[in-house]
């Protein structure tokens, strides 16, 4: 069985300590830290207060980490642009090793212009993956790959793309966003399962909503419990990482109601595994 975790822009709203607290008390084990949380990136990542969340709460350690990724693009035509995205992604690798993490997922960056990527755009690709192929060396912490939504500009959001990057790096990881497969076809999710289980760490976890997007709740969503039972019918145990956007809901969700969500939604995780 995989290791239920959920990422912290869940609770983006409050301060670390208490999104610590609050996780715990879903039951969940695990957390994915997103560096963007605005408490921790709005007061320049005070990593000591992360430290002290961390030892406060054993019980959800190692926790991952997601590198920045808003307002971002390792991969931009404007260098300055990809410049700083490639040394924010290479800041939250250092971070991770230094908080003990076991997986820190990063976004593969697209084609600025909404266009086919072109070679120039690919050759950007490849200095950052060798940039982070610098980074990761040395480290205990697995740096993974994530796909991300099926965009005309999307630099990896296939399963035959994924697997050539991943086949190319044997030190690299993959973060398999489901819901993002799954905007394509839930068959596109099985070819990801497919060609990466090997070299995958991190799932993010959701379901599609009415509108096709994904982030929404998995349980009692048939699409989505077939994808996870298919990764547990394949011995996955990683981290299943629940990655929900409260916006989707009809109004402002509370603390308490969303802890109570993360409880249904880990119910379903462990149907799922059982």
Known sequence: MGRFAVSTMFFHEYPCDYIFDYVAESGLGGLEFWVETPHFWLRDRPEDELAGCIAAHPELSPI???????????????????????????EAIQMA????????????????????PSAYDYRRFEAYIARLREAAEGTRVKVAIENLEPRVNALLSTAEDAAEVLEREPWLWFTLDMGHAMMTSSVEATR???????????????????????????????????????LADRGYDGYLTLELEDLVFPGALSSEEKVVLLSRESEALREAFS
Not at 103 to 111: A, E, F, L, Q, S
Not at 204 to 225: E, F, M, Q
């Open 64 to 90: 991952t980490v997601h590198a920045p990724t808003l307002d971002l693009n390792p991969c931009s035509i404007n260098p300055r642009v990809a410049d700083i995205s490639v040394e924010y992604t290479i």
């Open 97 to 116: 090793e230094r908080m003990g993490a076991a997986v820190v997922t990063v976004h593969p960056g697209k084609r600025t212009a909404k266009r086919h």
């Open 192 to 230: 990801f399962i497919d060609l990466c289980i090997e070299r995958m760490v991190n799932v993010h976890v959701s379901a599609l909503g009415g509108n096709g997007r994904p982030h929404h709740p998995i349980h009692g969503d048939l699409p989505a419990t077939r994808v996870l039972e298919d």
